[in-house]
């Protein structure tokens, strides 16, 4: 077999991006900064009359190395999106009614002679030890006394290695990103495309009309449209993989109120009949929405629930959102890949929305193409995409099948529904010893997995035998010390406010 010759690979010259938002200027700022200027030309074309849907304010750790991949200062992006941090999700009555636990970026614990911490608390927690496992969190800890820093230079202190996130206005951080594009060369044109035009000879997407009668060709297109999928789905028939058969929810409103006192370093999401409700600190506001299925609760039901459950007074009239949780079949199909909502949604109950967007554009720039679109090359895409929104499908559905609630239909729909197999697989494996394991590169870890399995009340049979290489008072006096260490540590640490009224204070900060 010979190889290709390289000189005679075509170079992609023409990039278009339809569609703005947070979706289209992340991908808009990533190209513009990787390719460098002279590579190709970068054309994104969004619609002011069309707005974006903007209701994902809460994030995970990965969208700081994002914004270290661009060179944005943390102070400037916190200070310009009216942002605040992020230690993790607080759940209520997701298990159980009065239920409460938490969910925290970074390690329980540390792992002993090469054996998962989780091992050493289950053994414990089996011999009759209540101490809760986010006594073991330096992320739970500080949370729930309001604190937060940076990590610092402190040696094998928890200190050292805090993992943390961010709470920002959606719509501020797009504007600033199509700040940092447009210095980099992109043009914006404001316009709506009325038209797609494939090519005769091999269907792929040759240019788009905007409604003045522009029309702009391209080599490669990024569908950043939202659901509609502009590209993805109306000119190139795609299909769509449903998956509301295991997450049922379908509509979301969305409220933002007055902020009452110092925002939390944390996402609340709180369980309410007809799905669940996410609260999200920033500087100037509370993000409030409520996520729900129409077969379980109608929408002014859902509103009034919504309505009710405020801390502040609304800022603005509740806003709807209407959606079907699954993917595309294709994230990338011919010469068009899909970002953001035009590729797929899964509803953000671990704020994995703008990760998907990070994720999609990082593959992208791992598998760049020439004008030959290698098939093999669109097929790992594919492959990888869709492997990494299936693993996050079956932690979020996690969250509604690990209840024991039976207060309403939905509960115990979600109580009783089928599950994928990979889902029932996990469940499996940790049911007689506690074990999880984190396959290939899925999104969420075994923190994760044992924080929600645990959280919930899903306790397995016995615990991993390898941690009887200690004995249970070596374990008793390890997990008392590094329990010690974690609470000193988050004691050290100042409030959540003031870090912000030192660092990052917003200047219009309500």
Same mark, same amino acid.
């Given at each position: &077999?010979?190889?290709?010759?390289? /000189? =005679?690979?075509?170079?992609?010259?023409?990039?278009? @991006?339809?569609?703005?938002?947070?979706?289209?200027?992340?991908?808009?700022?990533?190209?513009?900064?990787?390719?460098?200027?002279?590579?190709? #030309?970068? +054309?994104?074309?969004?619609?002011?009359?069309?707005?974006?849907?903007?209701?994902?304010?809460?994030?995970?750790?990965?969208?700081?190395?994002?914004?270290?991949?661009?060179?944005?200062?943390?102070?400037?992006?916190? %200070?310009?999106?009216?942002?605040?941090?992020?230690?993790?999700?607080?759940?209520?009555?997701?298990?159980?009614?009065?239920?409460?636990?938490?969910?925290?970026?970074?390690?329980?614990?540390? #792992?002993?002679?090469?054996?998962?911490?989780?091992?050493?608390?289950?053994?414990?927690?089996?011999?009759?030890?209540?101490?809760?496992?986010?006594?073991?969190?330096?992320?739970?800890?500080?949370?729930?006394?309001?604190?937060? &820093?940076?990590? @610092?230079?402190?040696?094998? /202190?928890?200190? /050292?290695?805090?993992?943390?996130?961010?709470?920002?206005?959606?719509?501020?951080?797009?504007?600033?990103?199509?700040?940092?594009?447009?210095?980099?060369?992109?043009?914006?044109?404001?316009?709506? @495309?009325?038209?797609?035009?494939?090519?005769? %000879?091999?269907?792929?997407?040759?240019?788009?009309?905007?409604?003045?009668?522009?029309?702009?060709?391209?080599?490669?297109?990024?569908?950043? !449209? $939202?659901?509609? $999928?502009?590209?993805?789905?109306?000119?190139?028939?795609?299909?769509?993989?449903?998956?509301?058969?295991?997450?049922?929810?379908?509509?979301?409103?969305?409220?933002?109120?007055?902020?009452?006192?110092?925002?939390?370093?944390?996402?609340?999401?709180?369980?309410?009949?007809?799905?669940?409700?996410?609260?999200?600190?920033?500087?100037?506001?509370?993000?409030?929405?409520?996520?729900? /299925?129409?077969?379980?609760?109608?929408? #002014?039901?859902?509103?009034?629930?919504?309505?009710?459950?405020?801390?502040?007074?609304? &800022?603005?009239?509740?806003?709807?959102?209407?959606?079907?949780?699954?993917?595309?079949?294709?994230?990338?199909?011919?010469?068009?890949?899909?970002?953001?909502?035009?590729?797929?949604?899964?509803?953000?109950?671990? =704020?994995?929305?703008?990760?998907?967007?990070?994720?999609?554009?990082?593959?992208?720039?791992?598998?760049?193409?020439?004008?030959?679109?290698?098939?093999?090359?669109?097929?790992?895409?594919?492959?990888?995409?869709?492997?990494?929104?299936?693993?996050?499908?079956?932690?979020?559905?996690?969250?509604?099948?690990? +209840?024991?609630?039976?207060?309403?239909?939905?509960?115990?729909?979600?109580?009783?529904?089928?599950?994928?197999?990979?889902?029932?697989?996990?469940?499996? @494996?940790?049911? !007689?010893?506690?074990?999880?394991?984190?396959?290939?590169?899925?999104?969420?870890?075994?923190?994760?997995?044992?924080?929600?399995?645990?959280?919930?009340?899903?306790?397995?049979?016995?615990?991993?035998?390898?941690?009887?290489?200690?004995?249970?008072?070596? +374990?008793?006096?390890?997990?008392?010390?590094?329990?010690?260490?974690?609470?000193?540590?988050?004691?050290?640490?100042?409030?959540?406010?003031?870090?912000?009224?030192?660092?990052?204070?917003?200047?219009?900060?309500?």
């Amino acid at each position: &077999m010979s190889l290709p010759d390289i /000189s =005679s690979e075509r170079r992609i010259r023409k990039i278009v @991006i339809v569609g703005g938002g947070t979706a289209g200027w992340m991908a808009a700022a990533a190209l513009a900064k990787v390719l460098g200027p002279g590579y190709a #030309d970068i +054309t994104l074309i969004e619609s002011e009359a069309i707005g974006t849907v903007g209701v994902g304010e809460a994030t995970i750790p990965q969208l700081r190395t994002f914004n270290a991949l661009l060179g944005l200062d943390e102070d400037d992006f916190v %200070r310009r999106t009216q942002g605040t941090f992020k230690l993790g999700i607080e759940f209520r009555d997701w298990g159980r009614l009065g239920d409460r636990y938490f969910h925290p970026f970074g390690p329980f614990g540390v #792992d002993m002679e090469g054996v998962s911490f989780h091992a050493y608390w289950l053994r414990l927690n089996q011999l009759g030890d209540t101490r809760p496992v986010t006594d073991y969190s330096l992320q739970a800890m500080a949370a729930a006394r309001g604190r937060f &820093m940076r990590p @610092i230079d402190a040696g094998r /202190s928890p200190l /050292s290695k805090i993992a943390y996130a961010f709470h920002f206005d959606a719509g501020l951080y797009a504007a600033w990103l199509r700040e940092f594009a447009e210095a980099k060369g992109v043009h914006r044109l404001e316009g709506r @495309i009325v038209d797609v035009s494939l090519r005769d %000879r091999d269907g792929f997407v040759g240019s788009v009309t905007t409604s003045d009668g522009r029309i702009v060709e391209g080599d490669l297109f990024l569908d950043c !449209s $939202g659901f509609q $999928g502009l590209l993805i789905e109306g000119a190139l028939k795609t299909g769509y993989d449903d998956w509301s058969h295991w997450l049922p929810a379908d509509r979301a409103i969305a409220v933002p109120c007055a902020r009452v006192a110092d925002p939390v370093p944390y996402t609340r999401a709180t369980a309410r009949p007809g799905g669940w409700q996410w609260r999200i600190p920033l500087q100037h506001r509370t993000g409030n929405g409520y996520v729900y /299925s129409s077969r379980f609760i109608d929408d #002014d039901a859902a509103t009034a629930d919504l309505l009710s459950q405020l801390d502040g007074a609304p &800022m603005a009239d509740p806003r709807m959102l209407r959606f079907t949780t699954g993917r595309r079949r294709k994230a990338w199909n011919r010469n068009v890949v899909a970002l953001g909502l035009a590729s797929g949604f899964i509803e953000p109950l671990e =704020s994995t929305s703008i990760h998907m967007v990070q994720s999609g554009i990082a593959n992208l720039l791992a598998m760049f193409p020439t004008l030959a679109f290698e098939p093999a090359e669109v097929a790992r895409y594919n492959r990888v995409i869709a492997y990494e929104a299936e693993r996050i499908r079956d932690f979020i559905v996690l969250h509604y099948n690990a +209840t024991q609630r039976d207060d309403s239909d939905l509960w115990r729909y979600c109580r009783d529904m089928g599950l994928p197999d990979s889902l029932q697989e996990k469940y499996d @494996i940790f049911a !007689s010893r506690g074990r999880i394991f984190r396959e290939n590169e899925e999104l969420f870890n075994d923190t994760s997995w044992f924080a929600v399995l645990t959280g919930q009340n899903i306790s397995p049979h016995g615990f991993d035998p390898v941690a009887a290489v200690l004995s249970v008072e070596e +374990t008793r006096l390890r997990l008392q010390q590094t329990a010690d260490a974690i609470r000193n540590s988050a004691e050290y640490m100042p409030t959540h406010g003031d870090f912000i009224r030192d660092h990052c204070q917003a200047n219009a900060a309500g």
